[in-house]
């Protein structure tokens, strides 16, 4: 497992971002609070689980994690350029982790139609490091494709989980369900994550 920061990371998520913005007004915005490191408006491609239609949603890092703070802080007060409502603002902190958090994610509900594709794009821009698709045998779930992701660190998977939990993909039946991954077995499907996190399974693809 990846070490968990009580006083949180240099990440924040922004919600609300107008569909016209570009990732430089965003920047020029939370420049005014702080040195920001990257600023990616992030792919939208199924409706929102927050917000309105029309808005998109930004990663940021920041310098440090006080300037996430600060910018947190902020959260509702925010207006970009061409937005006509405050910014949500979403930062993880250690106190919200759960204890068997890590930088690996399980995902269900994954498209039935070329699933590597969207797990490669859509994961991608929250640092990715390789993936495996695992498929699960019809009849003992109704998530019948699902992923195996890993990610930078996790921080950036706990963002993730805010971002696609609950979203409805094109070509899937069901919401996406995206959890930190299972390490105890409990079920078969559990079982078989169990052996790929600890080095028994393989094959798959990354990014």
């Known amino acids: 497992p990846v070490a968990k920061s009580a006083a949180g990371g240099r990440r924040v998520m922004l919600l609300g971002v107008p569909a016209a913005a570009t990732a430089e007004s965003v920047q020029e915005l939370l420049d005014l609070l702080g040195d920001v490191q990257e ?9 929102l689980p927050h917000g ?10 920041m310098a440090d994690s006080k300037q996430a703070s600060r910018i947190a ?10 937005g006509t409502t405050p910014l949500i603002v979403l930062r993880i902190a250690g106190d919200d982790l759960p204890a068997h958090a890590s930088n690996y994610l399980h995902v269900a509900g994954l498209p039935q139609a070329d699933p ?4 490669s794009r859509m994961f991608g821009q929250f640092g990715m490091r390789e ?3 695992l498929h699960t045998p019809e009849g003992e779930t109704f998530y019948t494709r699902v992923a195996l992701v890993r990610l930078a660190d996790v921080e950036r998977a706990a963002l993730a989980i805010k971002w696609f939990d609950g979203r409805l993909v094109a070509g899937a039946a069901h919401p996406l369900k995206v959890r930190f991954a299972v390490r105890s077995i409990e079920a078969p499907a559990a079982a078989r994550l169990g052996a790929v996190l600890l080095g028994g399974g393989g094959g798959g693809g990354g990014a």
């Open 52 to 61: 309105a239609a029309g808005q998109r949603a930004a990663l940021v890092t």
């Open 116 to 119: 590597e594709d969207f797990v």
């Open 73 to 82: 802080e902020f959260s509702g007060h925010l207006l970009v350029e061409k």
């Open 131 to 133: 993936f495996l698709i």
């Open 39 to 47: 600023c990616l408006l992030l792919a939208q491609e199924c409706p």
